[in-house]
Nanobody, 123 residues
Framework: QVQLVESGGGLVQAGGSLRLSCAAS????????MAWFRQAPGKEREFVAC????????SSADSVKGRFTISRDNAKNTVYLQMNSLKPEDTAIYYC????????????????WGQGAQVTVSS
């Protein structure tokens, strides 16, 4: 059974940092792009960042460029999202996802999803 389990969410003040982790299990994710999406209350789920599983090539949304960094540790089957200089508008549930599609930013391309981790940034 495929599982993506996020951890590391929480409450932080504006300007602070958090690191999210996503532990993947249940199958080999070789060749899969791993991504982070987020969904704020009353809004659509939106792309944040993605990374190729083997090549380490990344893509990120303009709204987080220069502040968020996605990385992965293949030995641990884990993907990370380092979030710095957090803003109140970053408040959302953050979801880890996996797709067999090269660097896709489209939500519908992602087959596997985690349960989400709440990130709240206070002003």
């Amino acid at each position: 059974q495929v599982q993506l389990v996020e951890s590391g969410g929480g409450l932080v003040q504006a300007g602070g940092s958090l690191r999210l982790s996503c532990a993947a299990s249940g199958r080999t994710f070789s060749g899969y792009t791993m991504a982070w999406f987020r969904q704020a209350p009353g809004k659509e789920r939106e792309f944040v960042a993605c990374i190729t599983w083997g090549g380490g090539i990344t893509s990120s949304a303009d709204s987080v460029k220069g502040r968020f960094t996605i990385s992965r540790d293949n030995a641990k089957n884990t993907v990370y999202l380092q979030m710095n200089s957090l803003k109140p508008e970053d408040t959302a549930i953050y979801y880890c996802a996996a797709a067999y599609s090269y660097l896709s930013t489209a939500r519908e391309q992602y087959r596997y999803w985690g349960q989400g981790a709440q990130v709240t940034v206070s002003s």
